[in-house]
C-alpha cells in the first residue's frame, strides 16, 4: 500500500518561499506521474502542478513562474519550490500520485 506524506508547510510573509516535501512509501515514484494540489477555505481542491516520469512539467496560471515542481527518485520525494508567495496561496497543499492522496500540509501567507 503506497502512503504519501508532505511536510514544509507553515506561515511566512507575502512574497516569501516555502519548499514542500512529499515522500511516497510502497512503491517508487520512478515510473508515475506526481502532481500537487491546494484546497483554501470554502474551495473546491484543485491541481497546482504536475511532474511526469521523464520531469516534464506542467503548472495552473495561478502559479506558473512562481512554483516549480521536482522529483528526487533516489530520494522517492517530490518536491514544490514556492517563491514570491501571496495571501491567495494560503492553502492545504496534497500531494497526488499512484491514486492516492496525502494527508496534506498548511501553508499559510500572512503579514
Known amino acids: 500500500q503506497v502512503q504519501l506524506v508532505e511536510s514544509g508547510g507553515g506561515l511566512v510573509q507575502p512574497g516569501g518561499s516555502l519548499r514542500l516535501s512529499c515522500v511516497a512509501s510502497?512503491?517508487?515514484?520512478?515510473?508515475?506521474?506526481m502532481a500537487w494540489f491546494r484546497q483554501a477555505p470554502g474551495k473546491e481542491r484543485e491541481w497546482v502542478a504536475s511532474?511526469?516520469?521523464?520531469?516534464?512539467?506542467t503548472y495552473g496560471n495561478d502559479v506558473k513562474g512562481r512554483f516549480t515542481i521536482s522529483r528526487d527518485n533516489g530520494k522517492n520525494t517530490v518536491y514544490l519550490q514556492m517563491d514570491s508567495l501571496e495571501p491567495e496561496d494560503t492553502a492545504v497543499y496534497y500531494c497526488?500520485?499512484?491514486?492516492?492522496w496525502g494527508r496534506g500540509t498548511q501553508v499559510t501567507i500572512s503579514s
Open positions: 511532474i511526469t516520469a521523464s520531469s516534464g512539467t
Open positions: 497526488r500520485g499512484f491514486n492516492t
Open positions: 510502497g512503491s517508487t515514484i520512478r515510473f508515475n506521474t
